[in-house]
């Protein structure tokens, strides 16, 4: 294998195409989308160009229709296995990433309305009520097959991640609703 740095992406790229077997970028979008996309975003475009890459590097290799769409199915190699396991066995230094644009618009809230400050939180809280059903049907529909029960784990930290964010956006109309909201109440003009 090169000395090319591989990305988390590249990671993904890899494990799905192992886990799933061979696939084309198109499979590895809807897989994803229904996975691991729940809680790792990335644009859809590296799934496009990530397992070329990794074919260049050696850890896929693929095979192209010779006629019709001429879509191209990706798998795993040796290489690309190993790699994986590599990267699985390494100690995971990194803190636990969050990009939430409301809590960046509530982080401003002293710039905005009251009344969009109490908009927001109620949308918030219909969100993550809709994220936890999702999540909850998830559950109900994969959460006795013994083959995918290693992978629902991701799935039980998505909901109590879920129902924290709910019970924080309740807690924050509350506020406002007892007329404490979250900022100084101070002149904003």
């Given at each position: 294998?090169?000395?090319?740095?591989?990305?988390?992406t590249s990671?993904?790229?890899?494990?799905?195409?192992?886990?799933?077997?061979?696939?084309?970028?198109?499979?590895?979008?809807?897989?994803?989308?229904?996975?691991?996309?729940?809680?790792?975003?990335?644009?859809?475009?590296?799934?496009?160009?990530?397992?070329?890459?990794?074919?260049?590097?050696?850890?896929?290799?693929?095979?192209?229709?010779?006629?019709?769409?001429?879509?191209?199915?990706?798998?795993?190699?040796?290489?690309?296995?190993?790699?994986?396991r590599d990267?699985?066995?390494?100690?995971?230094?990194?803190?636990?990433?969050?990009?939430?644009?409301?809590?960046?618009?509530?982080?401003?809230?002293?710039?905005?309305?009251?009344?969009?400050?109490?908009?927001?939180?109620?949308?918030?809280?219909?969100?993550?009520?809709?994220?936890?059903?999702?999540?909850?049907?998830?559950?109900?529909?994969?959460?006795?097959?013994?083959?995918?029960?290693?992978?629902?784990?991701?799935?039980?930290?998505g909901l109590?991640?879920?129902?924290?964010?709910?019970?924080?956006?309740?807690?924050?109309?509350?506020?406002?609703?007892?007329?404490?909201?979250?900022?100084?109440?101070?002149?904003?003009?």
């Amino acid at each position: 294998m090169s000395t090319a740095r591989l990305s988390t992406t590249s990671y993904v790229v890899l494990g799905m195409i192992a886990m799933r077997g061979p696939s084309t970028s198109y499979d590895l979008k809807r897989a994803i989308g229904h996975s691991v996309g729940y809680f790792w975003h990335f644009p859809h475009a590296q799934l496009y160009s990530e397992p070329k890459r990794l074919e260049e590097l050696g850890l896929l290799e693929s095979e192209e229709e010779g006629a019709g769409r001429r879509r191209r199915t990706y798998s795993v190699t040796e290489e690309g296995r190993k790699a994986l396991r590599d990267w699985l066995g390494e100690p995971t230094e990194q803190h636990f990433e969050l990009r939430d644009v409301a809590e960046i618009k509530l982080f401003f809230n002293e710039f905005a309305d009251h009344e969009d400050v109490a908009r927001l939180a109620v949308d918030q809280q219909r969100q993550h009520r809709e994220r936890i059903r999702v999540y909850e049907r998830m559950r109900e529909r994969f959460g006795g097959r013994s083959e995918i029960a290693s992978r629902m784990v991701t799935l039980r930290l998505g909901l109590e991640l879920e129902y924290a964010a709910l019970n924080f956006w309740r807690t924050i109309s509350e506020e406002i609703e007892a007329g404490e909201p979250p900022f100084d109440g101070g002149d904003r003009s």
